[in-house]
């Protein structure tokens, strides 16, 4: 009786050990909505994204000028539990923006190189013709900022098979008028998924 319980579980543990080794890879869509968690995912960004930058183009201070608007992105406050690349939302986003030609962006991450190198073209290891003028930097006319939060909803203790959780996620974007303080434009984009689990299982 033991030799054949110990057969039975050295099968089982070599087929787990075949399949742990298993291993593959496949190629993806990434416009494909594809989720594996009710967790915030590349999908929802790729959504929020188009949503916002249709939104603002087409919003009272940008879709009436004939010359494009000055903006300076100072980022998104992650007020969630997670940890989620905002800076990765923004990139995306100010992608989105300048490809539809209403939006010119100040490079607010690279100030600090741009006066190094700035500095360095004053220098006398610069031809003097070829160095930058001073004082010819853009203003931004606008800010654009946002807030990003979540609430998490897990089912009560109680005796079943399946375990619940509800994920409710809002992203706000703003953007505020650099010269009178005002907000001109505002949007949001709410994400609602609820996820099933057994209790038991991998």
Same mark, same amino acid.
């Given at each position: ?84 690349? #905002?800076?990765?939302?923004?990139? *995306?986003?100010? %992608?989105?923006? &300048? @490809?539809? +030609? ?77 010269? #009178?303080?005002?907000?001109?434009? *505002?949007?949001? %984009?709410?994400? &609602? @998924?609820? +996820? ?7």
């Amino acid at each position: 009786m033991r030799t054949a319980r110990s057969s039975r579980l050295l099968g089982v543990l070599a087929v787990l050990s075949l399949s742990g080794c298993w291993y593959s890879v496949k190629e993806i869509d990434p416009d494909k909505k594809k989720h594996y968690t009710e967790e915030y995912s590349h999908t929802d960004q790729k959504k929020a994204v188009a949503h916002f930058a249709d939104s603002l183009t087409a919003s009272a201070p940008l879709k009436d000028r004939e010359k494009p608007s000055v903006l300076v992105t100072y980022g998104i406050d992650n007020r969630t539990s997670e940890h989620i690349d #905002t800076k990765g939302f923004t990139d *995306k986003l100010d %992608v989105a923006l &300048l @490809r539809t +030609g209403k939006v010119k962006l100040v490079n607010k991450d690279q100030r600090e190189n741009v006066e190094k190198e700035v500095g360095y073209s004053e220098s006398a290891k610069v031809d003097p013709a070829t160095r930058i003028q001073l004082g010819r930097q853009i203003g931004a006319e606008y800010m654009l900022t946002g807030r990003f939060t979540s609430i998490d909803r897990k089912e009560p203790k109680e005796i079943r098979l399946r375990k619940g959780r509800l994920l409710y996620y809002q992203l706000s974007l703003e953007l505020t008028n650099l010269t #009178t303080n005002q907000i001109e434009w *505002k949007d949001e %984009v709410e994400i &609602l @998924r609820e +996820g099933q689990r057994p209790i038991i299982g991998w």
